[in-house]
C-alpha cells in the first residue's frame, strides 16, 4: 500500500480467506414462508448482503411498524433485492409462526421476492440471535418480547457487519446497506456526495419559510 492508496482508498476490497461462514453463522435448518428448507449460512449468508431483522406475527406494537419499514427499504432498494440483496426476517416465536402463518403475515405486508419470513427450531433461532443481536442482558435475551428494532446488514463476502435502527428513516436504511458494501472508486463517492448534497440542500431551501416563521414566532432573530 502507498500513501495515495491509503488516503484515497483505492484499494479494493478482498474476501476474507477466512472468514467466519458456518462454524460461526452455523448452518441451522430453517423453513421459509414459502415452506422451503433452507440452510442458514450457506443459502441466505454466504456471497450475499443480507438485511436481517427479528420478529413474530403476533406482535402488536414494533413488530407491524417494522415491517411496514422494511416494506419501503425493499421498495427503495428495487430490484436489487433478490439479485446481490436479500432481506430475512426470522421469528421469534416459531411455536406459533408455522410456514403458512409467515405467508399470511408476509403477503399482508406486501413482501416481494428476495425478501423471506423463516421459522425453525427454537433453539437454533435464538442461537442466531445471540450471534446477530444480542443485548447481552439474559432477562431481555432470553424474553422474545423484549425484541430490538433493529435491522443487522450483514455482506457475507467481506465479513462485514452493520446495524440500523427500524424507527430510522428508509433512506437513512438503505444507505446503511451501502456502508457494508465494496468500497467504491473515489470519484464515484465523490459524485455520490456531489448528489446527496444537492438534495439535502434542497430540503433545506424548501425548510427555509418555516425556519424561519419559527425564529420569529419566538421572537429570535431572523
Known amino acids: 500500500m502507498n500513501r ?17 461462514g458456518a462454524e460461526f453463522y452455523t448452518n441451522a435448518l430453517l423453513r421459509t414462508h414459502e415452506n422451503k428448507t433452507v440452510r442458514f449460512y450457506d443459502d441466505l449468508i454466504k456471497g450475499k448482503i443480507a438485511l436481517i431483522n427479528f420478529m413474530y406475527t403476533s406482535c402488536e406494537l414494533w413488530c407491524p411498524r417494522s415491517t411496514a419499514k422494511l416494506a419501503k427499504v425493499q421498495k427503495m432498494l428495487g430490484d436489487r433485492v433478490g439479485r446481490d440483496i436479500f432481506m430475512y426476517s ?10 403458512a402463518t409467515l405467508k399470511r403475515y408476509a403477503e399482508a405486508h ?3 421476492p428476495g ?3 423463516l421459522t425453525g427450531d427454537d433453539y437454533d433461532i435464538t442461537t442466531l440471535r445471540f450471534k446477530l443481536l444480542r443485548l447481552d442482558h439474559p432477562m ?3 424474553d422474545p418480547v423484549q425484541h430490538t428494532g433493529m435491522v443487522r446488514i450483514i455482506n457475507g463476502s467481506l465479513t462485514k457487519w452493520t446495524m440500523c435502527p427500524l424507527g430510522a428513516m428508509t433512506h437513512q436504511i438503505v444507505d446503511a446497506v451501502s456502508w ?3 468500497t467504491k472508486p473515489m470519484s464515484v463517492r465523490l459524485h455520490q456526495n456531489a448528489v446527496k448534497q444537492a438534495k439535502i440542500d434542497q430540503e433545506m431551501r424548501k425548510l427555509q419559510p418555516q425556519w424561519a416563521a419559527f425564529r420569529r414566532d419566538h421572537g429570535w432573530s431572523v
Open 4 to 20: 495515495r492508496e491509503l488516503l484515497t482508498c483505492k484499494l479494493a476490497d478482498k474476501p476474507r480467506k477466512t472468514g467466519w
Open 90 to 99: 426470522i421469528s421469534l416465536k416459531p411455536w406459533e409462526d408455522d410456514p
Open 110 to 112: 406486501g413482501a416481494k
Open 115 to 117: 425478501w423471506l419470513f
Open 140 to 142: 431481555l435475551d432470553f
Open 180 to 182: 457494508v458494501e465494496p
